[in-house]
């Protein structure tokens, strides 16, 4: 089921009223009532694919409860590895099957062997990436005893496949989310009109800016050869703003909806186009992957400690994976190396962790300093989106090619007008939230209601003014 | 809660209040379009006795005028360019639903592509959107997945960003209609057009089962109205394609087949063409002229 659908629209009233009114009283049932819903929401799209999500959900309940029981350390790390080896084996399967079995192909085929092999049909199921790692956290955490294993099925199953960020995300933490499952839940007024405006705040980027953008951005890659420098330059502009709008309206919608029902989920976006390098950019941008990363890869791997040698190679690692992550294909990959090329001057000169506050913290304006910064970071960004966005790598190079010439200094051939004064409102209203969970969080908040509401009024104008006639997926689905 | 639920519903309200006003903008969208005819069709105010149904063939090849003046049936073109059989379907059951049925119907067949999935022969989506205030085009477009459910509720789906400053859509030559629908092309044919003596043979596989529903439910229409369905050939500046002919033949219920004279050596002349499927004003003074006597011997 998609957010941005009218079976959305009336699911979430109809879970709501279920969940405030028929089983508040009741832990269980209400948990069982998120379960419920949870697998209607996932189902809606696929049926079939919720018994992955289900076996998915007992091996590693199971799994949590061994390891709470055994103390053999040699027994523990096998169970682990076995909780490993499924999440990753069936992500591994639907996900790079046909990738590396054309990738094993192609080696052999260079040294002079051709093997025989057959690539199968098969269908990616939604947010299997995200699952897989959320599942994934728990048995890890409860292997490292971090937490105690749940011998609440229910409040498990409700954990895994939690409908808001069940296929895109956030990616959460056992230790943060499951605890909420074991709580009594009350209403709480000001989390509910807080989760309804980031609610509105996701629609909006997802709708009008994102969906607006991808107009442009899919007619001028996919038509790149035909187009100027500076067309294609605006092309790849279209495309920064359009994944930042599809996945962190996503995220907000996500987060808006679990505050509903009296749920936090952790903040995954913030703000990362005011990034002042790289590294900072990697703090704001799809935080709860990052952070995954960095907890179950890199700090494993040795993190920064150790030589410049070691921390270099968990770098790239780590880039290199989270852009595997993305995706079974070589641009992906190449996108996660050309952001731990970025990472590296930051990582060597010890400053990648200099911009730990954001940006014109105290002021209305950055400094000028500032601004060169988070412009040039905003430029290395765009370039590696553009990675990130082609259809494989010859593609990506005829593309940055294309920009780099003497067309680039020529007027643009594509100029929509309302898409650059949409993008300067978004802007704008973002860089006066900044400080804040979401954009709009506390914008008029001290104004009159009059005026807040005018405003939510105006943005809803703009939702309804600026959707398409058709539901537009979300770019993550695929992911 | 409580605080919670009401201050939603006031919202709500205060939005559906909101909502309202935009139909002023959404009516202001028919206001732009120069061709009225549809809307006249939806306000009830045609009652014609004749009614001309096609494509560009219908408004360039047939003259709803000369019919009206030369026979005793009040006559109008609702032909539109670029219209399939199913928009053809639509118009005629649109007519039906708010006006007095008339006593006959033209079809123009469009051959040999009547029936086949062309990109030239299309569902005119754009001649509903601005239309929309009208619930009857509105519920159209939903139940054919070209709009949202939620334009059932709120006026504001049924508007695009475009339409807010949306100026007045000026016609073009072949846009342009007189006061009965018609339009004969008087602009010069293309001097390098040939005329073509290859006959392609017609091949059924090729023909959309939807299409041929709504040629089907044209007929039934006629039938339980009490009209009479004239099937119109118009010439093409290439041998008649007596294949797709006897197609016809095989599915109409009686036989009211109008082809052009075949034999007349007027349609062997470039000069009475625009071009290879459709007349000049001078060649659809000349076809016309061959079904007003049609009607007048058929009375």
Known sequence: MLFNSIDFAIFLPVVFIFYWFITQRNLKLQNFLLVLASYIFYGWWDWRFLLLIVFSSLVDFSIGIQLGKQQNERVRKQLLWVSILVNLGFLGFFKYYNFFLENFQTAFSFFGHSIQTSSLQIILPVGISFYTFQTLSYSIDVYKKQLEPTKDLVAFLAFVSFFPQLVAGPIERATHLLPQFYRNRSFDYAKAVDGTKQMLWGFFKKIVIADNCAEFANQIFNNSAEYNGSTLLIGALFFTFQIYGDFSGYSDIAIGTARLFGFDLKQNFAFPYFSRDIAEFWRRWHISLSTWFRDYVYIPLGGSRGGLLKKVRNTFIIFIVSGFWHGANWTFIFWGFLNALYFLPLLVMKKNRNHLNSIAEDSFLPTFREFIAMFLTFLLTVFAWIFFRAENLQHAFSYVAGIINKSLFTLPTVRPSYLFLLLMFFIGVEWLGKKQQFAIQKLFAKKPKALRWSFYIFLIILVFLYSSQTEQEFIYFQF | ?299
């Not at chain 2, 560009?56 to 003259?63: M, N, Q």
């Open chain 2, 1 to 299: 809660m409580k605080h919670y639920l009401k201050q939603i519903v006031v919202f709500s309200l205060l939005f559906f209040l909101i909502d309202k006003c935009f139909y002023f903008q959404l009516s202001h969208k028919a206001d732009q379009e120069f061709d009225k005819r549809l809307e006249y069709v939806l306000n009830g105010i045609m009652s014609k006795e004749l009614l001309v149904l096609g494509s560009s063939r219908g408004v360039h090849d047939v003259s709803a005028r000369m019919i009206d003046s030369a026979t005793s049936f009040s006559a109008y073109n609702l032909s539109y360019r670029g219209s399939n059989v199913t928009f053809q379907e639509f118009v005629l059951s649109t007519y039906l639903k708010y006006n007095k049925a008339p006593k006959i119907v033209l079809l123009v067949v469009d051959d040999d592509a009547e029936f086949k999935e062309v990109s030239s022969l299309q569902f005119r989506y754009d001649r509903l959107y601005p239309l929309q205030n009208y619930n009857y085009i509105n519920n159209e477009l939903v139940n054919k997945g070209k709009e949202s459910v939620l334009s059932r509720i709120f006026y504001l789906a049924r508007l695009r960003h475009t339409d807010i400053f949306a100026k007045k859509n000026e016609p073009n030559e072949f846009e342009e209609l007189n006061e009965l629908g018609d339009n004969l092309l008087s602009v010069k044919n293309n001097p390098n057009l040939e005329f073509k003596a290859d006959i392609v043979a017609y091949d059924r596989s090729d023909e959309v089962k939807s299409k041929l529903e709504s040629f089907y439910k044209i007929q039934e229409l006629c039938k339980d109205n009490g009209i009479k369905l004239c099937y119109i050939f118009p010439p093409n500046f290439k041998t008649f394609n007596n294949q797709f002919c006897k197609r016809i033949e095989e599915i109409v219920e009686e036989n009211a087949i109008v082809k052009y004279n075949t034999n007349d050596e007027f349609y062997l002349n470039k000069e009475n063409f625009r071009d290879e499927s459709h007349l000049n004003k001078k060649g659809a003074e000349h076809f016309t002229n061959e079904i007003i006597s049609f009607l007048n011997k058929s009375k």
